[in-house]
Protein backbone atom coordinates (compact mmCIF):
# COMPACT_ATOMS: atom_id res chain seq x y z
CA UNK A 1 0.00 0.00 0.00
CA UNK A 2 1.10 3.60 -0.58
CA UNK A 3 0.34 6.14 1.61
CA UNK A 4 2.11 9.44 3.17
CA UNK A 5 2.40 11.51 6.15
CA UNK A 6 3.29 15.22 6.14
CA UNK A 7 4.16 15.96 9.63
CA UNK A 8 3.40 19.28 10.85
CA UNK A 9 0.04 20.63 9.49
CA UNK A 10 1.66 24.36 10.01
CA UNK A 11 4.84 25.10 9.88
CA UNK A 12 5.85 29.22 10.55
CA UNK A 13 8.80 30.77 9.36
CA UNK A 14 10.47 33.68 9.05
CA UNK A 15 11.36 35.65 6.22
CA UNK A 16 14.98 35.05 4.67
CA UNK A 17 14.71 31.55 7.32
CA UNK A 18 15.25 28.09 5.81
CA UNK A 19 12.20 26.45 4.82
CA UNK A 20 12.01 22.32 5.96
CA UNK A 21 8.57 20.61 5.38
CA UNK A 22 8.78 17.14 5.92
CA UNK A 23 7.44 14.09 4.17
CA UNK A 24 7.75 10.41 4.97
CA UNK A 25 6.48 8.09 2.34
CA UNK A 26 5.21 4.29 2.30
CA UNK A 27 5.00 2.24 -0.46
CA UNK A 28 5.77 -1.69 -1.52
CA UNK A 29 7.26 -0.79 -4.72
CA UNK A 30 9.97 2.29 -6.33
CA UNK A 31 8.08 5.43 -5.98
CA UNK A 32 7.35 8.47 -7.81
CA UNK A 33 7.69 11.08 -5.52
CA UNK A 34 6.31 14.96 -6.03
CA UNK A 35 5.70 18.18 -3.87
CA UNK A 36 2.61 20.53 -5.36
CA UNK A 37 1.54 23.64 -4.09
CA UNK A 38 -1.75 25.33 -3.81
CA UNK A 39 -2.08 28.41 -3.31
CA UNK A 40 -5.74 30.56 -1.98
CA UNK A 41 -8.21 29.98 -4.15
CA UNK A 42 -6.49 28.00 -6.93
CA UNK A 43 -5.58 24.39 -7.92
CA UNK A 44 -2.42 22.75 -7.32
CA UNK A 45 0.82 23.52 -9.02
CA UNK A 46 3.85 21.36 -9.33
CA UNK A 47 7.12 22.33 -7.30
CA UNK A 48 8.93 19.33 -8.15
CA UNK A 49 9.09 15.40 -8.73
CA UNK A 50 11.28 12.56 -8.29
CA UNK A 51 11.26 9.43 -10.76
CA UNK A 52 14.15 7.58 -10.01
CA UNK A 53 16.86 9.64 -11.17
CA UNK A 54 19.29 11.90 -8.90
CA UNK A 55 17.80 11.20 -5.44
CA UNK A 56 18.06 15.56 -5.09
CA UNK A 57 16.09 17.31 -6.73
CA UNK A 58 15.41 20.69 -7.82
CA UNK A 59 12.28 22.42 -8.34
CA UNK A 60 10.60 25.69 -9.07
CA UNK A 61 10.81 29.06 -6.66
CA UNK A 62 14.06 27.85 -5.03
CA UNK A 63 12.20 24.70 -3.49
CA UNK A 64 14.76 21.66 -3.70
CA UNK A 65 13.91 17.58 -2.03
CA UNK A 66 15.87 15.00 -1.47
CA UNK A 67 15.06 11.48 -1.72
CA UNK A 68 16.33 9.29 0.84
CA UNK A 69 15.58 5.89 0.42
CA UNK A 70 16.57 4.50 3.81
CA UNK A 71 14.96 7.21 5.33
CA UNK A 72 11.67 6.68 3.42
CA UNK A 73 12.08 10.41 3.14
CA UNK A 74 11.23 13.33 0.70
CA UNK A 75 11.06 16.69 2.49
CA UNK A 76 11.15 19.72 0.89
CA UNK A 77 13.59 22.69 1.20
CA UNK A 78 14.04 26.23 0.24
CA UNK A 79 17.11 28.10 2.02
CA UNK A 80 15.79 31.54 2.24
CA UNK A 81 11.32 31.58 3.05
CA UNK A 82 10.22 34.98 1.07
CA UNK A 83 6.54 36.15 1.80
CA UNK A 84 5.09 34.80 -1.83
CA UNK A 85 5.82 31.19 -0.52
CA UNK A 86 2.76 31.00 2.26
CA UNK A 87 0.65 28.62 1.05
CA UNK A 88 -0.29 25.18 1.29
CA UNK A 89 1.92 22.38 0.07
CA UNK A 90 1.16 18.59 -0.47
CA UNK A 91 3.65 15.81 -0.58
CA UNK A 92 2.33 13.12 -3.14
CA UNK A 93 3.29 9.45 -4.00
CA UNK A 94 2.78 7.40 -7.31
CA UNK A 95 4.14 4.23 -8.98
CA UNK A 96 4.27 2.70 -11.97
CA UNK A 97 0.75 1.43 -13.21
CA UNK A 98 -0.95 3.35 -10.85
CA UNK A 99 -3.80 5.48 -11.67
CA UNK A 100 -4.24 8.15 -9.02
CA UNK A 101 -1.55 10.56 -6.92
CA UNK A 102 -1.79 9.42 -3.06
CA UNK A 103 -1.47 12.29 -1.29
CA UNK A 104 -0.33 13.56 2.37
CA UNK A 105 -2.91 15.90 4.25
CA UNK A 106 -0.93 18.83 3.91
CA UNK A 107 0.89 21.84 5.52
CA UNK A 108 0.37 25.28 5.99
CA UNK A 109 3.42 27.41 5.58
CA UNK A 110 3.22 31.17 7.20
CA UNK A 111 5.93 33.72 6.39
CA UNK A 112 6.41 36.16 8.98
CA UNK A 113 7.82 39.24 8.04
CA UNK B 1 -2.54 27.61 -23.58
CA UNK B 2 -5.48 27.21 -21.64
CA UNK B 3 -5.17 24.79 -18.36
CA UNK B 4 -7.85 22.63 -16.67
CA UNK B 5 -10.74 24.50 -15.90
CA UNK B 6 -13.91 23.32 -13.61
CA UNK B 7 -17.20 25.07 -13.43
CA UNK B 8 -18.78 26.38 -11.44
CA UNK B 9 -16.22 27.81 -9.19
CA UNK B 10 -18.45 27.48 -6.23
CA UNK B 11 -21.77 25.58 -5.72
CA UNK B 12 -24.80 25.84 -3.15
CA UNK B 13 -27.05 23.42 -2.81
CA UNK B 14 -29.83 21.90 -0.32
CA UNK B 15 -29.23 18.07 1.46
CA UNK B 16 -30.87 15.95 -1.04
CA UNK B 17 -30.78 17.69 -4.27
CA UNK B 18 -28.48 16.69 -7.13
CA UNK B 19 -25.47 18.63 -8.33
CA UNK B 20 -23.25 18.11 -11.68
CA UNK B 21 -19.48 19.46 -11.25
CA UNK B 22 -17.84 19.58 -15.18
CA UNK B 23 -14.18 19.50 -15.96
CA UNK B 24 -12.73 20.51 -18.75
CA UNK B 25 -9.23 18.83 -19.41
CA UNK B 26 -6.20 20.33 -21.29
CA UNK B 27 -6.66 19.26 -24.90
CA UNK B 28 -4.80 16.55 -26.14
CA UNK B 29 -4.66 15.27 -22.44
CA UNK B 30 -5.73 11.17 -22.08
CA UNK B 31 -5.94 11.36 -18.61
CA UNK B 32 -8.66 12.73 -16.35
CA UNK B 33 -8.61 12.63 -12.52
CA UNK B 34 -11.61 13.60 -9.69
CA UNK B 35 -10.13 13.97 -6.74
CA UNK B 36 -12.13 15.69 -3.14
CA UNK B 37 -10.21 18.24 -0.96
CA UNK B 38 -12.14 17.86 2.61
CA UNK B 39 -11.10 20.41 5.20
CA UNK B 40 -7.90 18.51 7.40
CA UNK B 41 -8.35 15.79 4.51
CA UNK B 42 -5.81 16.18 2.00
CA UNK B 43 -6.67 14.73 -1.52
CA UNK B 44 -9.07 11.82 -1.50
CA UNK B 45 -8.88 10.39 -5.04
CA UNK B 46 -12.13 9.71 -6.28
CA UNK B 47 -11.92 8.24 -10.53
CA UNK B 48 -9.94 8.11 -13.35
CA UNK B 49 -10.50 7.93 -16.87
CA UNK B 50 -7.92 6.52 -19.48
CA UNK B 51 -9.10 7.06 -23.13
CA UNK B 52 -11.43 4.85 -23.73
CA UNK B 53 -10.90 2.36 -21.03
CA UNK B 54 -13.32 1.58 -18.43
CA UNK B 55 -12.93 4.05 -15.81
CA UNK B 56 -11.10 3.04 -12.72
CA UNK B 57 -14.19 4.21 -10.19
CA UNK B 58 -12.34 2.45 -6.75
CA UNK B 59 -12.11 5.85 -4.84
CA UNK B 60 -16.04 6.58 -5.49
CA UNK B 61 -17.05 7.14 -1.32
CA UNK B 62 -20.62 5.82 -2.23
CA UNK B 63 -23.05 4.73 -5.18
CA UNK B 64 -24.48 7.64 -5.18
CA UNK B 65 -21.08 8.88 -7.04
CA UNK B 66 -21.09 8.69 -10.85
CA UNK B 67 -18.59 10.27 -13.43
CA UNK B 68 -18.90 10.27 -17.34
CA UNK B 69 -16.42 11.69 -19.75
CA UNK B 70 -17.81 11.83 -23.01
CA UNK B 71 -15.74 12.34 -26.12
CA UNK B 72 -12.32 11.73 -24.59
CA UNK B 73 -12.36 14.86 -23.25
CA UNK B 74 -15.35 16.97 -21.21
CA UNK B 75 -16.50 15.30 -18.09
CA UNK B 76 -19.20 15.51 -15.92
CA UNK B 77 -19.03 14.29 -11.63
CA UNK B 78 -22.75 14.07 -10.83
CA UNK B 79 -23.66 13.30 -6.44
CA UNK B 80 -27.21 12.46 -6.38
CA UNK B 81 -29.11 13.30 -3.04
CA UNK B 82 -26.54 14.94 -1.94
CA UNK B 83 -25.85 15.27 1.75
CA UNK B 84 -23.95 17.52 4.16
CA UNK B 85 -20.72 14.89 4.21
CA UNK B 86 -20.31 15.61 0.79
CA UNK B 87 -19.62 19.31 1.10
CA UNK B 88 -15.95 20.11 0.18
CA UNK B 89 -13.88 21.02 -2.77
CA UNK B 90 -13.80 19.03 -6.19
CA UNK B 91 -10.47 18.43 -8.14
CA UNK B 92 -9.88 18.18 -11.71
CA UNK B 93 -7.18 16.99 -12.95
CA UNK B 94 -5.60 16.05 -16.30
CA UNK B 95 -2.12 13.94 -17.67
CA UNK B 96 -0.66 13.66 -20.98
CA UNK B 97 -1.28 9.55 -20.48
CA UNK B 98 -1.67 8.98 -17.44
CA UNK B 99 1.14 7.26 -16.42
CA UNK B 100 2.43 7.34 -12.61
CA UNK B 101 5.22 9.10 -12.85
CA UNK B 102 3.29 12.26 -15.22
CA UNK B 103 2.90 15.65 -13.76
CA UNK B 104 -1.32 16.11 -12.88
CA UNK B 105 -2.10 19.68 -14.15
CA UNK B 106 -5.06 20.57 -11.70
CA UNK B 107 -7.95 23.00 -11.91
CA UNK B 108 -9.08 25.71 -9.54
CA UNK B 109 -11.62 23.32 -8.21
CA UNK B 110 -15.26 23.45 -7.16
CA UNK B 111 -16.57 24.26 -3.85
CA UNK B 112 -19.50 22.33 -3.07
CA UNK B 113 -21.76 22.78 0.18
CA UNK B 114 -24.56 21.05 0.68
CA UNK B 115 -27.07 23.09 3.45
Known amino acids: AQSVTQLGSHVSVSEGALVLLRCNYS??????LFWYVQYPNQGLQLLLK??????LVKGINGFEAEFKKSETSFHLTKPSAHMSDAAEYFC???????????FGTGTRLTVIP | GAGVSQSPSNKVTEKGKDVELRCDPI?????LYWYRQSLGQGLEFLIYFQGNSAPDKSGLPSDRFSAERTGGSVSTLTIQRTQQEDSAVYLCASSLGGQGAEEQYFGPGTRLTVT
Open chain 1, 27 to 32: SSVPPY
Open chain 2, 27 to 31: SGHTA
Open chain 1, 92 to 102: AVSYTGANNLF
Open chain 1, 50 to 55: YTSAAT
